[in-house]
């Protein structure tokens, strides 16, 4: 099975009912056409609360060519209403862990702490993903640093303009 990933932007028309409530597919409206779009388990209940009816969405979603007839699956992993920049995501749980020693503090470090704060919050992560301060990491000369869980990715200095990329990169998209 081969899998492409996709962005698809158009105005939300409901969700088509299946047994027992369960909100398995949205309705997309994309120029003439009314797309069925499977949510992914992790943000159905996000989206039953925070999404309405004409909403103005950007989808995300993965293009799988599953069978030889060459029907093609449409499921979204992350939705971002255009209007208000929310992002509603299948995010990874983790935590991040700053270094808390001297020499990081003196190079940024409470700085770093408070544009990550700032950062997760922006993104909607703030549920999903916890701050930790540790001990040294080894990484004084290139201070502050931190470590994205799970992975245990290390970053030394990280300009806090570039923070919601890398947040992003690392707990949103797969």
């Known amino acids: ?92 749980q983790g935590k991040i862990l700053i270094c808390r020693k001297s020499s990081c503090s003196k190079k940024g470090g409470k700085q770093l702490y408070a544009a990550l704060v700032e950062t997760l919050k922006n993104l909607g992560l703030e549920n999903q993903v916890s701050i930790e301060f540790t001990g040294c990491q080894k990484q004084c000369k290139q201070a502050p640093s931190f470590i994205l869980m799970p992975g245990k990715v290390k970053h030394k200095y990280v300009d806090p303009q570039n923070l919601p990329s890398l947040l992003e990169a690392h707990y949103l998209r797969k």
């Open 1 to 92: 099975m081969t899998s492409t990933a996709h962005q698809i932007e158009g105005q939300f028309l409901g969700f088509i009912p299946k047994p027992k409530n369960k909100l398995k597919y949205m309705q997309l409206q994309v120029g003439e056409r009314v797309l069925a779009i499977k949510l992914a388990k992790e943000i159905r209940k996000p989206v039953a609360k925070e999404v309405e009816v004409g909403e103005k969405l950007l989808v995300s979603l993965d293009k799988k060519k599953s069978d030889p007839k060459c029907q093609l699956k449409l499921k979204a992993d992350h939705i971002k209403k255009l209007d208000s920049g929310q992002s509603i995501s299948t995010a990874k």
